[in-house]
């Protein structure tokens, strides 16, 4: 089920906050809890009802050795000298998991291409989500093996790990700023406040999905395929960088909407990542939970940049390594995390010794690295994106031909470009709401365009990784 359809916002959505809030009104607080989570399953079972008995397994394994964790934390328990093998087993048990569903013909297609070999490939269809759940419940046995995490009820670790807003994109959930939520009573109340505040990001997110984000996908989609020259090649990459912001930003925007109805505040996954003046203020603003995520439980526990510089090079490139990785089973990835991670590199060096370069060059060299970086995001090939490259460096000739072509797309990028820079994102306008006819006419305004645009379903990118 997608945010921007019809059986979405016209019936499950509005379903779901009143029969939660209908249970609240007669104090059944603990069966609302149940119906979210049983909402947010049939949420996920509406793509494909076969891979819930998979999650639940999950849910089941991890909390099983969450509570083991918690349990043993005491020196009189009989697994407390265990617990590092406890914990050992639940992370392997995860990644085998997220391996066997994401990355097992990757694997298969690399040996048999190495070894000559000719195992077949399982075509195993993703399950939607899967990288974010496992995330997030590998960071709660990590905590519940630090003693940080407490033991939560189990319906509260369900409702964690699938509430449904963030499921199958994320944000990337941290138990200890989610779990509590679940049990305050003030959030158990028909909060006015959160509601217009929740639909007023809500309605911008959908605007930014499907009328910026889809309409430059349209542009993206056909570059990727054929484009060659400098003009289009540069057209295709500029496209894909405003559709992949406007679409996983506009997913994220409706997700914290959608949890403000029933008064859960979701972590801030953006902070205009394309005004940022180096690789490492861009990973401060892009998806900001997975850097967390990266930094909280690979980064730190290899040792960070405590041991020194050439360990902390070393660090940084595994870490990006992996959340290459993660994005998808393919070298395309690997690459564009060992990119990110040779510029983190590279911008330490320079920091240690270089001159702090004028704010405007800091700017341009780290939006163009970025933009040229995601043409090994988008690709489906190396050569699919080497061409691309090739085009964007003029090596198959600039042709100004057919510009007629290319001008209602350059002419968007151009009216975007300035908005994203420079004006407030859709955090700051959530911090500085004030409900009032404004604001009312602009969120109907986007609420009604959007409406005319959601015949051409289309999921959202993320939704692949």
Same mark, same amino acid.
């Given at each position: 089920?997608?945010?921007?359809?019809?059986?979405?916002?016209?019936?499950?959505?509005?379903?779901?906050?009143?029969?939660?809030?209908?249970?609240?009104?007669?104090r059944?607080?603990?069966?609302?809890?149940?119906?979210?989570?049983?909402?947010s399953?049939?949420?996920?079972?509406?793509?494909?009802?076969?891979?819930?008995?998979?999650?639940?397994?999950?849910?089941?394994?991890n909390?099983?050795?969450g509570?083991?964790l918690?349990?043993?934390?005491?020196?009189?328990?009989r697994?407390?000298?265990?617990?590092?093998?406890?914990?050992?087993?639940?992370?392997?048990?995860?990644?085998?998991?997220?391996?066997?569903?994401?990355?097992?013909?990757?694997?298969?297609?690399?040996l048999?291409a190495?070894?000559?070999?000719?195992?077949?490939l399982?075509?195993?269809v993703?399950?939607?989500?899967?990288?974010?759940f496992?995330?997030?419940?590998?960071?709660?046995?990590?905590?519940?093996?630090?003693?940080?995490?407490?033991?939560?009820?189990i319906?509260?670790?369900?409702?964690?790990?699938t509430?449904?807003?963030?499921?199958?994109?994320?944000?990337?959930?941290?138990?200890?700023?989610?779990?509590?939520?679940?049990?305050?009573v003030?959030?158990?109340?028909?909060?006015?406040?959160?509601?217009?505040?929740?639909?007023?990001?809500?309605?911008?997110? =959908?605007?930014?999905?499907v009328v910026?984000?889809d309409?430059?996908?349209?542009?993206?989609?056909?570059?990727?395929?054929r484009?060659?020259?400098?003009?289009?090649?540069?057209v295709?990459?500029?496209s894909?960088?405003?559709q992949?912001?406007?679409?996983?930003?506009?997913?994220?925007?409706?997700?914290?909407?959608?949890?403000?109805?029933?008064?859960?505040?979701?972590?801030?996954?953006?902070?205009s990542?394309?005004?940022?003046?180096?690789?490492?203020?861009?990973?401060?603003r892009?998806?900001?939970?997975?850097?967390?995520?990266?930094?909280?439980?690979?980064?730190?526990?290899?040792?960070g940049?405590?041991?020194?510089?050439?360990?902390?090079y070393?660090?940084?490139?595994?870490?990006?390594?992996?959340?290459?990785f993660?994005?998808?089973?393919?070298?395309?990835?690997?690459?564009?995390?060992?990119?990110?991670?040779?510029?983190?590199?590279?911008q330490r060096?320079?920091?240690e010794?270089?001159?702090?370069?004028?704010?405007?060059?800091?700017?341009?060299?780290t939006? =163009?690295?970025?933009?040229?970086?995601w043409?090994?995001?988008?690709?489906?090939?190396?050569?699919?994106?080497?061409?691309?490259?090739k085009?964007?460096?003029g090596l198959?000739g600039?042709?100004?031909?057919?510009?007629?072509?290319?001008?209602?797309?350059?002419l968007?990028?151009?009216?975007?470009?300035?908005?994203? =820079?420079?004006?407030?994102?859709?955090?700051?306008r959530?911090?500085?709401?004030?409900?009032?006819?404004?604001?009312?006419?602009?969120a109907?305004?986007?609420?009604?365009?959007?409406?005319?645009?959601?015949?051409?379903?289309?999921e959202?990118?993320y939704?692949?990784?």
């Amino acid at each position: 089920m997608l945010f921007n359809s019809y059986v979405f916002i016209f019936a499950f959505f509005p379903i779901t906050v009143a029969g939660y809030f209908i249970l609240c009104r007669f104090r059944l607080t603990y069966a609302a809890k149940v119906w979210l989570a049983l909402s947010s399953l049939v949420f996920y079972g509406w793509w494909d009802v076969r891979y819930v008995p998979l999650i639940l397994a999950s849910i089941a394994f991890n909390y099983t050795v969450g509570r083991l964790l918690i349990a043993s934390s005491e020196p009189s328990s009989r697994l407390h000298n265990h617990r590092k093998k406890l914990l050992t087993a639940g992370i392997v048990g995860d990644i085998l998991l997220l391996g066997y569903y994401k990355y097992a013909d990757f694997f298969l297609e690399n040996l048999n291409a190495i070894a000559g070999s000719s195992f077949p490939l399982l075509h195993i269809v993703l399950p939607l989500g899967i990288s974010f759940f496992t995330f997030t419940q590998i960071a709660f046995l990590v905590d519940a093996y630090k003693q940080k995490a407490k033991e939560y009820d189990i319906i509260n670790y369900v409702l964690f790990v699938t509430f449904y807003p963030h499921l199958i994109a994320g944000p990337i959930l941290h138990h200890g700023e989610m779990m509590p939520q679940f049990d305050r009573v003030r959030n158990k109340v028909w909060n006015w406040s959160n509601v217009t505040r929740g639909g007023f990001i809500f309605c911008i997110g =959908l605007f930014k999905k499907v009328v910026i984000a889809d309409t430059f996908a349209e542009f993206a989609n056909d570059g990727f395929a054929r484009a060659h020259m400098f003009i289009d090649s540069w057209v295709a990459a500029l496209s894909y960088t405003f559709q992949l912001y406007f679409d996983f930003s506009g997913y994220t925007d409706m997700a914290i909407g959608i949890a403000l109805f029933f008064n859960i505040r979701l972590p801030q996954n953006f902070n205009s990542p394309y005004k940022a003046t180096s690789i490492q203020d861009f990973w401060r603003r892009w998806h900001m939970t997975l850097s967390r995520f990266l930094r909280d439980y690979i980064y730190i526990p290899l040792g960070g940049n405590r041991k020194g510089k050439f360990r902390t090079y070393f660090n940084n490139m595994a870490v990006f390594l992996i959340g290459g990785f993660w994005h998808g089973a393919g070298w395309t990835f690997i690459m564009w995390g060992f990119l990110h991670g040779l510029a983190q590199v590279i911008q330490r060096i320079w920091g240690e010794w270089g001159r702090p370069l004028p704010r405007w060059l800091a700017w341009g060299i780290t939006f =163009l690295f970025v933009n040229v970086t995601w043409v090994f995001f988008r690709a489906e090939s190396f050569d699919q994106a080497l061409r691309l490259l090739k085009g964007m460096a003029g090596l198959n000739g600039i042709a100004f031909s057919h510009f007629e072509v290319y001008f209602y797309p350059i002419l968007l990028i151009a009216v975007f470009l300035p908005i994203v =820079l420079f004006t407030r994102n859709s955090s700051e306008r959530e911090r500085d709401f004030r409900p009032g006819w404004k604001t009312g006419l602009a969120a109907a305004a986007m609420f009604i365009v959007s409406l005319f645009f959601l015949n051409r379903i289309s999921e959202f990118l993320y939704f692949n990784f």
